[in-house]
């Protein structure tokens, strides 16, 4: 142990909150650890525990004799204040004994209205309160010297007044930060101006002086130019230098004969990706400057601030005037706590270049569907069963476009272990099998070929092929999914993509759009009795059947599907060859109840119903003839030998398709690869190892929510119900 290693908490976090010890890894924040990590906190011992509180406590005591002891005469402002009463000859003007209006932003010296109260001191030059400092001062101490004082009609309108402005809707109005995107209400946010390094006069934001900021303002500039530059973004968060060496470094084995450790087997493979590699570089420093604003002073350089509609940008200086949340401007104008006050410019935990960018959106991805959004992604974690009234007339009257929005129902189903049931890459989107096994729609009213007409459901080619075609060089984890050995990527990645497009347009039967076959196929068909827009409440919470003054359970009839939440019917099951097979029976049971009916009818010469009956019975029967022609295929045999092995006891094994890994919640592009529309360059990720600030998991969940410069990830409930579901 040495004395350096003894340190405060302010001297700690100077040092940048280093173990004590191996000052590499960050110590823990619990008393227990003495400002040491986790590893070396298990090798001291108690001799050195103690050492280490001794020289502490020495260090503090030594601080405290060279400060001198604290001595004080009762002329301290403070004191005098508590102490002393102040008698003054001029007391503060009384309130009016009536109900009479007085603006809640007044001067207590001469109660008059003042929305500025500096602009209104300089003009009214009240005797020892020309400033804001020596107002306060004065009003205080005359309050409390004249105190108590009643509290008249007059106050309590003043202040009812206040509460109803603060209620207004202006001040509830919210706004974005221009450094984290979030949004805030307005009166949170603080007006700042960030200047060229030329400037004389310093913004009032910041902690210094005109004098001052002449000796600071280079420093603090160069420090704001490396927190907020794209090309910081560019370098340390995409690591595109990194990226465009390393394919560049592909090409060069193949130069230097050394192909054995090579993970492309052709020169022209490794030619290709490094074509999509410095393509890809080229668009992401485009979209970064596209979605930036010029820096202060050196319109060659562009700073990551979200462009407002209150953003201003002075033509001739380049001076950005912005609004700021307070942990940004709090993190923006740190300085140290010595006396030279030298600027500690810091990396807002939750700003957009901490590694939060997510860029704009790009209209290949924005003009997607709902179905077509789950095509393009590389990985599923759910399985959505997606509702649709197909029956206008079911709910309120409304607009077509607004229909989908307001009157269809979603839910998401996980398994129970989600790490284990991932599907992993194993190609370039979803077939139209997979994704009739990843939606199951379920229809109300109307009948099932209606459900081409839904907007939701539609998948175009021609938009899925201008999607994968923007993947294919501006996000980095598609990229890396389509990554080729053997052959060049440009003909491979034009392969696979054609591949999974010919599928679409087969199902559809055309490239403009349409549902595909499989979906209509497997939807399931939703009585409107059991698909209610308007949900039970307290008002109607009994039994459903039950007649007043009967028990819950008693003579009632419990409707088990419309109760329970859990029963979930419908979507891919509700045309499996188990399901038909039912039907089938169903029906065989009605024939054989006819048949023996009739046989009845004609021993006691009933005529009358005899017709009806034959009709039922033909009815049933060729019912259960369509159900046992479905039952005919390899698919529908395979799956009854599965139910058969089943009823048999033999264990049952779930068959999911994924690629050589598994994709695993830890992965840094676990998001990114499930949720393609909502992260689309690869960035804004939950893990992310190049981010100074560090983020929790559910202040990154929380931030991205808050988010004005991207509204679908709040938007989007299936990405808030795996938040919820998976954090």
């Not at 650890?33 to 108690?46: E, F, I, L, N, T």
């Not at 204040?81 to 007085?102: C, E, F, G, N, T």
């Not at 060496?245 to 084995?253: E, G, I």
């Not at 159900?627 to 005919?632: F, P």
Request: aromatic share 8%.
């Amino acid at each position: 142990m040495n004395r350096d290693s003894a340190q405060c908490y302010p001297c700690s976090l100077e040092a940048g909150s280093k173990c004590v010890r191996c000052l590499e890894t960050p110590w823990r924040n619990s008393i227990k650890y003495h400002h040491c990590c986790q590893a070396c906190y298990g090798k001291v011992s108690s001799e050195d525990k103690y050492e280490l509180v001794r020289q502490e406590s020495v260090a503090y005591l030594d601080r405290i004799e060279e400060a001198g002891q604290q001595t004080w005469n009762l002329s301290e402002t403070a004191l005098q204040h508590l102490v002393l009463p102040y008698r003054s000859a001029d007391p503060l003007p009384q309130y009016a004994d009536q109900a009479k209006y007085l603006h809640p932003s007044h001067c207590r010296v001469c109660l008059q209205e003042c929305d500025d109260l500096e602009e209104h001191l300089r003009a009214a030059q009240h005797p020892g309160a020309t400033s804001k400092e020596e107002y306060r001062h004065l009003v205080l101490r005359k309050a409390s010297g004249e105190w108590p004082q009643p509290i008249t009609p007059q106050v309590l309108r003043c202040r009812l007044t206040a509460f109803k402005l603060e209620m207004s809707d202006e001040v509830f109005k919210r706004a974005p930060c221009a450094c984290c995107a979030r949004l805030w209400r307005q009166c949170k946010l603080t007006a700042v101006r960030f200047p060229p390094p030329s400037e004389a006069a310093c913004p009032g934001w910041l902690p210094w002086s005109d004098e001052e900021w002449v000796l600071h303002r280079e420093a603090w500039y160069n420090a704001v130019d490396a927190v907020l530059s794209t090309e910081s973004y560019l370098r340390d968060f995409f690591r595109a230098g990194d990226r465009v060496r390393d394919a560049a470094r592909a090409v060069d084995t193949f130069e230097d004969g050394a192909t054995r450790d090579a993970f492309f087997l052709t020169k022209a493979a490794a030619e290709s990706w490094l074509r999509r590699v410095k393509q890809w570089k080229q668009n992401m420093r485009s979209d970064l400057q596209g979605d930036s604003v010029p820096a202060p002073g050196n319109p060659d350089r562009s700073w990551l601030l979200f462009r407002t509609s209150e953003m201003q940008v002075e033509s001739d200086t380049g001076t950005i005037s912005c609004h700021l949340c307070q942990f940004c401007l709090g993190a923006l104008s740190a300085v140290t706590r010595d006396d030279a006050k030298s600027p500690k410019v810091r990396m807002p935990s939750q700003a957009r270049a901490n590694g939060l960018w997510h860029g704009p959106d790009p209209p290949e991805l924005s003009e997607l569907s709902y179905c077509e959004s789950k095509v393009i992604n590389l990985a599923r974690i759910y399985v959505s069963v997606k509702r649709v009234f197909l029956d206008r007339g079911s709910y309120a009257s409304t607009s077509r476009s607004e229909a989908p929005m307001y009157h269809q129902k979603n839910v998401v189903a996980y398994p129970q272990n989600p790490d284990a049931a991932l599907r992993c890459v194993g190609g370039v989107g979803l077939s139209p099998e997979a994704l009739a096994r990843t939606v199951l729609v379920q229809f109300v009213g109307g009948a099932r070929q209606a459900l081409r007409l839904s907007s939701d459901l539609q998948v175009s080619v021609r938009k899925l092929r201008r999607a994968f075609h923007w993947l294919s060089d501006h996000s980095w984890p598609f990229m890396e999914a389509t990554k080729q050995r053997g052959s060049p990527d440009d003909a491979y990645l034009l392969e696979i993509i054609e591949t999974t497009l010919q599928q679409y347009e087969s199902s559809v039967g055309t490239v403009e759009g349409g549902v595909p076959a499989e979906l209509i196929q497997a939807a399931s068909r939703i009585p409107a009795e059991k698909a209610s827009v308007v949900l039970q409440g307290p008002t109607n919470c009994t039994d459903a059947g039950a007649t007043e003054g009967t028990a819950p359970g008693e003579d009632g009839d419990d409707d088990v599907e419309v109760q329970c939440a859990a029963a979930v019917d419908g979507g891919f099951d509700a045309c499996s060859p188990l399901r038909l097979w039912d039907d089938i029976m169903k029906n065989y049971k009605v024939a054989q109840a006819c048949e023996k009916e009739l046989q009845r009818l004609d021993e006691i010469s009933e005529k009358s119903k005899i017709h009806e009956l034959k009709e039922k019975e033909a009815q049933a029967v060729a019912e259960a003839v369509q159900g046992i022609a479905k039952l005919r295929s390899k698919e529908v045999r395979a799956e009854l030998e599965k139910f058969k092995k089943i009823e048999e006891g033999e264990k049952e094994v779930l068959n999911i398709e994924h690629g050589e890994e598994f994709l695993k919640s830890s992965d840094p592009f676990f998001w990114c690869a499930c949720f393609m529309r909502l992260f689309p360059r690869g960035d804004c990720a939950e893990k992310c190892p190049e981010r100074v600030a560090r983020l929790s998991r559910r202040e990154w969940a929380k931030c991205l929510i808050m988010r004005a410069d991207f509204k679908f990830w709040r938007l989007d409930v299936e990405f808030v119900a795996s938040l919820y579901n998976i954090r």
